[in-house]
């Protein structure tokens, strides 16, 4: 994939619109996580470098086209300077007078952060005026929001059709991660998928097999596969009305030799809780007054033996109820082993998608990953084998 990116633009005295996603969770005013943060540190840094402006447009929450002065990015400004070190000038809209302001006052290597571009209503609507005016403020459109590039918005994708677009460092990255798993990677491929539900994961599954040589199946999704081979699986989570979804996938699966690993054993309990008495029972044999909670150590020894043939890992999900101890065990465990993998340079493993960070956390080994994803939703519909519209207008064709 060749990508148009910010190293191969002229910045020098450029305004440049970068796409940030600044939707971080807040706690009493305050940035609780800045992983995004942190992560669009290298984009602004360059675009200031190579003497451009960066004017960051950004959405925070779904204020559904309305003004709400919790979700106003001015919260973010203060913290922001911190971060990226330099004066953040903040615009109370993404167009219009206060705008033209900021260009007025902004001096060499400061930023320009724009108000949320969700409380516009034409943002969400794509809108091509909303765009062109977006498009006006600016010379360049930088894309560092993967995260948000599955939504076809005018600062997603609209705003590029008014100007020359590039993808920023971020961006990049993952783009690349993405590409190294899916598109030429070094094989055998695993891709580890977990999770609640199959219904949110079928196009992904189907995807998957086609791709990768072994798909690792865990979490409650995995209850609905034991389920459709006929196994009682007592008061677990289940979605019974995709039965036949299950069979289709499996069989999918066969047809095209991709191994699909289901747990063989199970931790069960009678509820949901910390530290509730458990019971470890195989596959087929949940007490009819139990609920399947996690895999089972036979099941997590599987996996191992699965991640340490591959080359390739793919991580998406939890593979139990990791919230709770102590059924975070399997997922904790089957982390480890791949983050000692990719440490001793035998594995490239790729994480992403909703919990996975979370999860990821909670083991303690994020960091040792190839790479983690930041996107929830946009890591699920490119490895579904979209064509997310805010990544197209990136790529060489
Ligand atoms: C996210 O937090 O997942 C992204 O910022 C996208 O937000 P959205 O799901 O509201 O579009
Ligand atoms: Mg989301």
């Known amino acids: 994939m060749s990508l148009k990116t910010l ?3 002229d910045l020098h005295g450029k305004r440049v619109l970068t796409r940030v996603d600044l939707n971080v969770p807040m706690i009493d005013g305050k940035i609780a996580d800045a992983t995004r943060i942190e992560k669009i540190i290298p984009t602004i840094s360059e675009i200031i470098r190579k003497g451009g402006t960066p004017i960051l447009l950004a959405h925070m929450g779904r204020p559904n086209g309305r003004r709400h002065q919790n979700l106003s990015l001015s919260q973010l400004q203060e913290e922001l300077e911190t971060y990226f ?4 000038i ?11 302001t900021t260009f007025e006052i902004v001096k ?5 952060l724009l108000e949320n571009t969700r409380f516009y209503p034409e943002e969400e609507e794509n809108d091509p005026m909303f765009s062109a005016s977006l498009a006006a403020l600016a010379d360049l459109f930088c894309n560092d929001a993967f995260s948000v590039s599955h939504r076809a918005h005018a600062s997603t994708a609209g705003v590029a059709k008014y100007l020359p677009a590039c993808a920023g460092k971020l961006m990049e990255a993952e783009l690349k991660a993405l590409e190294s798993v899916l598109n030429q990677p070094e094989r055998p491929v695993a891709a580890l998928v977990g999770g609640a539900k199959i219904s949110t994961k079928i196009k992904l599954l189907e995807n998957l097999i086609e791709k990768v040589d072994c798909i690792i199946i865990g979490g409650a999704m995995a209850n609905t596969f034991l389920f459709s081979q006929g196994f009682n699986i007592g008061q677990s989570l289940v979605e019974e009305s995709l039965k036949q979804t299950a069979l289709k996938i499996l069989n999918k699966a066969e047809k095209y030799s991709c191994k699909i690993i289901l747990p063989t054993d199970l931790i069960v309990a009678k509820e949901l809780s910390k530290n509730t008495p458990t019971l470890t029972v195989s596959a087929d044999k949940c ?4 609920m399947i909670l996690d895999a089972g150590p036979l099941t997590v020894e599987n996996i191992k033996e699965e991640v340490n043939s591959a080359k390739t890992l793919l991580w998406n999900g939890p593979l139990g109820a990791f919230e709770v101890s102590p059924f975070d065990q399997a997922t904790t465990q089957a982390a480890k082993f791949a983050s000692e993998k990719t440490k001793n340079g035998d594995l490239i493993s790729v994480a992403g998608g909703g919990d996975t960070l979370a999860a990821l956390n909670k083991a303690g080994v994020a960091e040792a990953f190839t790479y983690v994803s930041t996107a929830g939703g946009a890591f699920l519909e490119w490895l579904e084998g979209k064509e997310l519209p805010g990544v197209g207008y990136l790529i060489n064709k």
Request: with cysteine; charged share 20%; glycine share 8%.
């Open 7 to 9: 190293c191969q633009m």
């Open 85 to 88: 070190n330099s004066k953040v």
């Open 90 to 100: 903040f615009a109370a809209e993404c167009t219009g007078p206060s705008v033209e």
């Open 108 to 112: 060499k290597g400061e930023i320009i």
């Open 287 to 290: 007490p009819e007054n139990y």
